[in-house]
């Protein structure tokens, strides 16, 4: 069955940086567009990036644009968002998400808590 | 950048009733590129419809999608008590950024 399992979310302070994976199995991960999205505490869904089946394409949210670099690894079959000058406004759940048409699998979550 | 706006922010309603949740986008959404998704506390959002009116696999027929351009609706007939929950649009394809809805909460009266 179609899994994603997500490892890297923790404590940090403001300023730093923090590397978030998704492992994917179940289906050909190389065939499918990915993206991530975050849940600020309380809030609402935030689409934040996208990247294509080969990585050759690669979008990013205003808010994160410039700071977060989203990469994929077809042959270990994971995303990577690597966040650098984190903000306490980048608190949130982050979640990975299989973006066919709409996001049909999503990660567990990992939190991120950005704090001085 | 297309914005959507849904509405009602909070529906009160029974078990039993029909639930109906608008979407409404900026601008116009390319080939239907609209989902609709269900999110329960500490879990993780699920894919109800996709393409404005398809339903994703396992949902049951109760959920159903349409509209075109830029106004949609998520009907939920007959609702059943795990229907209780906060619902979101989004469009994706091919403009970035692929936003959400501010979601529209469901409660049970």
């Known amino acids: 069955q179609v899994q994603l399992v997500q490892s890297g979310g923790g404590l940090v302070k403001t300023g730093g940086s923090l590397r978030l994976s998704c492992a994917a199995s179940g289906f050909t991960f190389s065939d499918y567009f990915m993206s991530w999205i975050r849940q600020a505490p309380g809030q609402g869904l935030e689409w934040i990036s996208y990247?294509?089946?080969?990585?050759?394409?690669?979008y990013y949210a205003d808010s994160v644009k410039g700071r977060f670099t989203i990469s994929r690894d077809n042959a270990k079959n994971s995303l990577y968002l690597q966040m650098n000058s984190l903000r306490a406004e980048d608190t949130a759940v982050y979640y990975c998400?299989?973006?066919?048409?709409?996001?049909?699998?999503w990660g567990q979550g990992a939190l991120v808590t950005v704090s001085s | 950048e297309i914005i959507l706006t849904q509405s009602p922010g909070t529906l009160s309603l029974s078990p039993g009733e029909r639930a109906t949740l608008s979407c409404r986008a900026s601008q116009t959404i390319s080939n239907n590129y609209l989902a609709w998704y269900q999110q329960k506390p500490g879990q993780a959002p699920r894919l109800l419809v996709y393409g404005a009116s398809s339903r994703a696999p396992g949902i049951p027929d109760r959920f159903s999608g349409r509209g075109s351009g830029t106004d949609f609706t998520l009907t939920i007939t007959r609702l059943v008590p795990e229907d209780f929950a906060v619902y979101y649009c989004?469009?994706?394809?091919?403009?970035?950024?692929?936003?959400f809805g501010q979601g529209t909460r469901l409660d049970i009266k």
């Open positions: 989004q469009h994706y394809g091919n403009s970035p950024p692929f936003s």
């Open positions: 990247i294509s089946s080969s990585g050759g394409t690669r």
């Open positions: 998400g299989r973006h066919p048409s709409g996001i049909d699998y």
